[in-house]
């Protein structure tokens, strides 16, 4: 069957042309750019590459035109150690294009022009059966056919990743049962959840719990400088939560837990385009190096390759090589914390109390009677839970984190 891989990439691969720009232009308006650039990209081949940077080794099953920037990319690819051997090369079609403008301030859009993408067809899936068996992991996006999604899911029997991106209005409740965990932003978890918006942590609650009412196995929903809700169905991926709670309460749990991982600090940001992609790739990296960990050991990680990555400039540029892994991964501990359904301190009708005083960075949020020894400091063998937080207030300027896009990351 050949040598295993840890991450096989299924979807599109384009050339990114890239203007930065002091502000975003409105509708027919015509701004100035300070420079352009000429980027590798396409959803797969970004989260294919944030992978094999980090360390993994990787495959990618795509297709491109029988041209110059086809030929180009593929070396690039080879001389990152990507299996290139699936990727096959259409004569007659120009290889799939995207451009992109990026404000000073982070923000960007995107136009796609599928190009080569638009002929992908399933039979690149069965020619590719043997990556499709070799691999631990699947990363799947929006980016071409979802039908042809939906069978490349199907074929591969190991851990699939599913991110809904880019945002599509009719995504079928079959495509999101498939894969082992969907990652949506908050815009894509409203639509799948049926929601106006999905803004708070609560609110991602809610709408984790509806996808999985759906059907999804594990949801994670990024959430910008909020960071990320967690919620499966799976036991083996829920964290382990000794809260000491009602037995009404842990009755719930037991069935679904649901966890609020905070981002990552970005010191310097400079361009958010490739975050999404980012922390896809670090994830499923750090998914196949640490399979036993908890889910949130693996968010985390990947909220710190996202945060890198956007203290850089461009997409598969911006990612972070293998110093940026988090191999120790194990030994670390975590923050967390539970979300509770209706917490109370996330209610609107709840009345406003002071801010209360920031506590210790490793502290464990609960309560404690005045007969109990003072807590220990967690050790590095175990997560720090925390109880949900009331909603975080947005941050200065100065300490940014992984943001929010206006359109879909």
Do not use: W
């Amino acid at each position: 069957m050949g040598k295993s891989l840890d991450v096989l990439a299924f979807g599109a691969v384009t050339i990114e042309y890239i203007s930065h720009v002091e502000k975003l232009p409105k509708p027919g308006e015509i701004v100035t750019g300070s420079y352009m650039e000429t980027c590798f990209g396409g959803r797969a081949a970004n989260q294919c590459v944030a992978a094999a940077k980090l360390g993994a080794s990787t495959a990618l099953v795509a297709k491109v035109g029988k041209d110059k920037s086809g030929d180009e990319y593929l070396e690039y690819l080879e001389n990152l150690s990507v299996e290139v051997k699936h990727i096959r090369q259409v004569k007659d079609c120009p290889t799939g294009m995207s451009e992109i403008a990026a404000s000073e301030e982070g923000e960007f859009y995107t136009i796609n022009v599928p190009g080569a993408n638009a002929s992908l067809s399933s039979k690149d899936v069965s020619n590719a059966k043997n990556a499709f068996k070799r691999a631990k992991v699947l990363l799947c996006q929006l980016e071409t056919n979802m039908r042809l999604t939906t069978y490349a899911l199907r074929q591969f029997k190991g851990f699939s990743i599913l991110h809904v991106s880019p945002l599509r209005p009719d995504i079928p409740d079959d495509l999101i049962k498939l894969p082992s965990i969907l990652v949506a932003n908050e815009l894509a978890a409203a639509q799948l959840a049926d929601m106006e918006k999905v803004e708070t942590l609560q609110q991602a609650r809610q709408a984790a719990e509806t996808i999985l009412s759906k059907g999804a196995k594990s949801v994670i929903i990024t959430m910008g400088d909020q960071g990320a809700v967690h919620m499966t169905k799976d036991k083996k991926d829920k964290a382990k939560n000794k809260d000491k709670a009602t037995d009404k309460q842990e009755d719930k749990d037991k069935e679904l837990v649901c966890t609020h991982v905070p981002a990552a600090d970005v010191p310097n940001l400079a361009d958010r385009s490739g975050a999404g992609d980012a922390f896809v790739g670090s994830l499923a990296y750090h998914i196949t190096r640490f399979p036993k960990l908890p889910r949130e050991h693996h968010i985390a990680a990947a909220h710190s390759c996202a945060a890198q990555s956007m203290g850089k400039l461009g997409t598969q540029p911006s990612f972070p090589g293998k110093e940026g892994a988090k191999n120790d991964l194990c030994m670390t501990t975590p923050t967390y914390n539970v979300l509770r359904d209706e917490d109370p301190r996330d209610s609107s009708d709840s009345k406003p109390s002071p801010p209360p005083s920031p506590p210790p960075p490793a502290a464990v949020a609960e309560e404690r009677s005045s007969a109990d020894p003072p807590p220990k400091q967690p050790s590095s063998a175990r997560e720090t839970i925390n109880e949900a937080p009331e909603e975080p207030e947005k941050k200065a300027k100065s300490k940014k984190k992984f943001g929010k896009s206006k359109l879909e990351e």
